[in-house]
């Protein structure tokens, strides 16, 4: 099984809609948590960390369930800009002062005119 | 504060041949991560050095190697090039064992 999985989509919306993608993750030693934004032919870019309290920047939200061991990511008022690829990162303990990231398969989204 | 940093951005190589890639992580950063990404596909973990040491391999074959210098910036060497080999090679950069990874623009390898 693998350590993180997403829906790999594409998720096709219209403009100002809202959107939504899911990630599980299976350590449930996992201590922390990233969503990541890849542009086509770019390298992914860091779009939020992920708190045990949920965190918001802007028109995104992510949030964390420890408890059925998935991460979401909310994005409201789609823009056009928002067309990517958004990558989800867990990271997990490894050896005895290190953890492993681990990256899902990504999850396209389109957003059309 | 400069990001990662990666050279070459383009290298062209024909079969058989050997290919080094470079990186410079974040200043204050320790770990230096390699992946593939080949067209269309997921980031495929390579390497992953910190403090000098390999720390821990992907699934690939011992073709692949690399190292960390004493200044933290790494290099990925590829020996006996394939053309499966083509892809786009990520560096990232981290402090462990919480922070996250910052990526670098990457180098676009075309073996032909």
């Known amino acids: 099984r693998k350590e993180v999985e997403q829906d790999p989509g594409p998720f096709n919306v219209p403009e100002g809609a809202t959107v939504a993608f899911n990630c599980t993750y299976s350590?449930?030693?996992?201590?922390?948590f990233f969503w990541y934004r890849q542009d086509c032919r770019k390298e992914p870019k860091l779009l939020m960390s992920?708190?045990?309290s949920g965190n918001e920047d802007g028109r995104f939200t992510a949030q964390l369930n420890r408890a059925s061991q998935y991460i979401s990511l909310l994005i409201r008022d789609s823009k056009l800009s928002d067309s990517a690829t958004y990558l989800c990162?867990?990271?997990?303990?490894?050896?005895?002062?290190?953890?492993?990231?681990?990256f899902g398969s990504g999850t396209k989204l389109n957003v059309k005119p | 504060e400069a990001g990662v940093t990666q050279s070459p951005t383009h290298l062209i190589k024909t079969r058989g041949q050997q290919a080094t890639l470079r990186c410079s992580p974040i200043?204050?950063?320790?770990?230096v991560y390699w992946y593939q990404q080949a067209l269309g596909l997921g980031l495929q973990f390579l390497l992953w050095?910190?403090?000098?040491?390999?720390?821990n391999r992907g699934n690939f074959p011992p073709r692949f190697s690399g190292r960390q210098f004493p200044n933290y910036s790494s290099e990925l060497n590829v020996n006996a090039l394939e053309l499966e080999d083509s892809a786009l090679y990520l560096c990232?950069?981290?402090?462990?064992?919480?922070?996250?990874?910052?990526f670098g623009p990457g180098t676009r390898l075309t073996v032909l």
């Open positions: 200043s204050g950063h320790t770990s």
């Open positions: 050095y910190d403090e000098g040491e390999e720390r």
């Open positions: 990232a950069s981290s402090r462990p064992p919480w922070d996250e990874q910052f």
């Open positions: 990162v867990v990271n997990i303990p490894y050896l005895y002062n290190f953890n492993k990231f681990y």
């Open positions: 992920v708190y045990s």
């Open positions: 350590n449930s030693a996992s201590q922390s």
